[in-house]
């Protein structure tokens, strides 16, 4: 059984990158009496999560256009007051009549890992990090239906889910609402009942939320706490002496974030000429690639606003060649992993990556080995040309996951990884992301500048792993990487 090795330092501590908002909470009481109420939109995540459903059914063809018309209409009738909160959910159940549950869920799902991951505020995964840290009871408590809540909620694992309740009888939609409704006075009623259900104490806890119209609960706890308020709330917490905060991470890009991505992207093009002297001069096509890759690395964290904090670098040169396996989070892995490995690294890609207008001829320069994903035989046989290459001396690269993941959440690890490394008889070096989603998440195509945490785990040979015992060393492995995670959280 392999044991995990000890964490090399120096590490930063636990919850580092967001430390000056979580500094209040680390340093009050700990213990479940103390609560951390959020809500969903515009605080836990950029934007409106029911708009990203609404989208996701009507792009399926799973909307009729009267359900469009009946639903955009009552929408309008609620944004300019012609029709308060209850009218709105009430025309939505009344729309939703005869549809089944499990659709909605299974469309609430899909829309939190097509969008409404990406959409999360670092800065409130932070929060809600910091308040799991010192034992605090959470609960999102939010005017939305609990298919837009709960996926949030188990990937945040957030216990609680406080929110408006459509009727359901025999696995479909009657048409009504539950009573209370999860907003205004209704929101108070349910904290509060969930505060004598399990022995919450207010007057010490916490309630995050955007809107003027959650003043009830606001002014029901000891922390109130408006995130993204709306001018109204902003204007309330001003006169109050509440301390506001506001999130840029997600959301729509600044015009510097779109300048910024922009210079890193035709960075690629300026390393490239960086390392082409050395192919043509020294005949070194390799060495052409070392040059591209230190170069882009150095110049593309750069103009990006990544600063990037390694700890454990001494694990990346101690033992060459070795194969290099890290945590999927984000296209940005491979800036990072450039500014990390610098040379002598071959990288192992989907096969899609190919035909990657910019990224793909700079794979194809570099080497790269592209894997099918979908054709058994032929993901085997190219991985042949990986073993050669560490035979001859070079690294290889490569995700277990095998595709980005859309949350921090580690994936299942595939063997091609370590049936490489075994049949080279190299080591493997883990290289753990804590954060990469911060800077760039799964389907965004702007980078926002980020403070982004790796660390190298020590060398693990293979000598001894056999295809018997293989399933429970890459467990050990997947394991070492969760520890890391988890001490982040």
Known sequence: MLRAPAIPG??????????????????????????????????????????????????????????????????????????????????????????????????????????????IYPESRALVDAHKAMGHTVAIVSSATRYQAEPLARDMEIPHVLCTLLEVEDGAFTGETIKPLCYGEGKQKVAERLAREIGIDLEQSYFYTDSDEDLPLLENVGNPRPLNPNRRLAAIASSRGWPVRRFTSRGRPGLSDVIRTGLAMGAVGTSLAAGLPAWILNGSRRQAVNVTMSTWGELGTALTGIDLHTSGEHHLWSHRPAVFIFNHQSEIDVLLLCKMLRRDVVGIAKQEARYNPIFGPVFEFAGTVFLDRFNHTKAVAALEPAVDALRSGLSIVISPEGTRSPTPRLGRFKKGAFHIAMQAGVPLVPIVFRNALDALPKHANIVRPATIEAVVLAPIPTDGWTRENMDERIAAVRDQFENVLRDHD
């Open 10 to 119: 120096p590490l930063r501590p636990p919850m580092a990158l967001h430390a000056e908002i979580t500094r209040e909470i680390r340093n009050g009481p700990k213990g479940p009496r103390v609560a951390a109420f959020f809500d969903l939109d515009r605080t836990l995540l950029a934007g409106f999560s029911a708009v990203t459903i609404f989208r996701d059914r009507l792009l399926s063809g799973k909307m009729s256009p009267r359900e469009f018309m009946a639903l955009t209409l009552s929408s309008v009738s609620f944004s300019t007051g012609q029709t308060g909160f209850s009218g709105l959910i009430a025309a939505t159940a009344g729309i939703l009549r005869g549809v089944s549950e499990q659709a909605l869920e299974e469309f609430g799902q899909q829309a939190f890992e097509n969008q409404l991951a990406a959409d």
